[in-house]
């Protein structure tokens, strides 16, 4: 009988076998991609058959460019136009042994090659089908990546699959962004995805923040507590690992309708027999994808030795209960502005720049050793505008920030000017003060640029 084990209001199978089976027919899938993952190098380029991830054609090799002194950039180009003529000469070639038919005289080396990899399918146009265009194919490799991943993973994994537990949810499935984006915390796709997780802007919104000031989907954990709801509604929705898996590429309303088309819910039918339109190599291999990474990840000593040196610092969370300047809040976290925006990655560009402010109830995240921040906050007073943003001026050059002060009972300028380590006639200036001016309270008062908080 399967075991199962209760975790709060719902339950997951005890048995990761029966969570992710592995069918023998996805096989030369997971073996294709855990080479990708593992062997071949970012400048290596294996040229392959769409369907049947058994058929290599060839694996292009570009690494000795780099070793004659080329640069990155100038190896990227050549790489891609060889690519692109190794992919027409192979096509040729296909075409070349269509036309031949059964005759097998005068075939070069390379053609028997590629002939071979076909034996054992007997169908007149072989040849041709794998010709086309969404059947010969190229892949690079991610060897770099994927260790580069692993190293940045191992530092969040832990809070991950402790969110995942929490959730009901096996601890496996934190290995889905080695898929989606070899776990790049900046990564960007082509239609607007964003994260580890790879978020598309409107489906990130109904589970986080995502605006001009705050983007979650860029914060690893963020985005993990996200995932986390977004993949428990799936499976509630598909009821397997396998379909829920490949719906987070391919979209649950497009897996449901996969499973009705073809009768199953058998991850190795639908892959094999769908054919929706956008039903496409990246979707038939995602399930395919995740096993490989999962066993890459489980056995990364053996294909990489040891993994890169990465500097993820470490921090603890506070939840804002006010709008906070970026540079008031490294100042009181003891840090520095682009230390501050490297552990809180949600924050956009116009908050770390500091032209615009860090949001009320934004959860931040300070440097570990940041023991005082609370407490340096709260002595800052409410009194005081602690948002301090860089202003433009009209030629679009940056003027320093600015930080304003409300004056409390019985306060003078002296009293202010020494707060903020500033002269009295400077702060008389900056704010059209005459000498006998007096003070009221709830006054604000521009403090000049330069001082200190």
């Not at 719906?247 to 639908?270: F, K, L, M, Q």
């Not at 009293?415 to 059209?432: C, M």
Request: with cysteine.
């Amino acid at each position: 009988m399967l075991a199962v084990v209760l975790v709060g209001p719902s339950f997951v199978r005890a048995d990761d076998a029966g969570l992710f089976p592995r069918p023998a027919e996805l096989e030369p899938q997971v073996r294709f991609w855990r080479a990708i993952f593992a062997e071949y190098s970012t400048h290596q380029v294996v040229l392959h058959d769409a369907l049947d991830l058994n058929k290599v054609y060839k694996v292009l090799d570009f690494r000795h460019y780099l070793d004659e002194g080329m640069s990155e950039a100038e190896v990227e180009r050549v790489q891609r136009i060889e690519t692109d003529l190794e992919l027409e000469r192979v096509r040729a070639t296909l075409l070349r042994l269509h036309g031949l038919g059964d005759a097998t005289d005068d075939l070069s080396a390379e053609e028997r090659k590629i002939r071979d990899l076909y034996k054992h399918d007997s169908a007149d146009d072989r040849f041709l089908q794998a010709a086309g265009e969404k059947r010969l194919r190229s892949q690079r490799g991610l060897r770099e990546k994927f260790a580069q991943g692993l190293a940045i993973a191992h530092h969040y994994w832990p809070e991950m699959e402790r969110i995942f537990k929490a959730e009901g949810l096996p601890t496996e499935l934190t290995r889905l962004p080695l898929v989606e984006s070899c776990f790049n915390v900046h990564a960007y796709s082509k239609v607007g995805a964003a994260g580890i997780w790879q978020f598309m802007p409107g489906t990130g919104r109904l589970y986080m923040e995502v605006n001009g000031s705050v983007d979650q989907r860029r914060d690893p954990i963020a985005a993990t507590r996200a995932a986390a709801q977004f993949l428990r509604g799936m499976h509630d929705q598909l009821d397997t690992w396998p379909l829920t898996i490949t719906a987070y590429n391919h979209g649950p309303a497009g897996i449901s309708r996969a499973v009705r088309e073809v009768g199953t819910d058998d991850i190795v039918t639908v892959v094999r027999e769908y054919r929706g339109s956008a039903f496409g190599f990246a979707s038939r291999n995602f399930y395919a994808e995740f096993l490989a990474a999962v066993e890459v990840d489980k056995n990364w000593k053996e294909y990489f030795g040891t993994l890169p040196a990465t500097s993820v610092p470490s921090g603890r969370e506070h939840r804002l209960e006010r709008a906070l300047g970026i540079d008031v809040a490294a100042k009181l976290a003891g840090t520095d502005r682009e230390t501050l925006a490297e552990l809180n990655p949600a924050l956009m560009s116009p908050v770390t720049e500091g032209r615009r402010a860090i949001p009320r109830g934004y959860v931040l995240r300070v440097p570990s050793s940041a023991g005082s921040f609370e407490n340096r906050l709260a002595e800052l007073g409410a009194e005081e505008d602690a948002v301090r943003v860089t202003t433009v001026s009209r030629r679009g050059g940056a003027r320093p920030a600015v930080l304003t002060y409300r004056v409390r009972s019985g306060q003078s300028l002296s009293h202010i000017a020494k707060r903020y380590n500033v002269s009295v006639d400077a702060l008389r200036r900056s704010n059209g003060l005459s000498k006998v001016a007096r003070l009221k309270p709830g006054q604000v008062l521009r403090i000049p640029r330069g001082s200190s908080t």
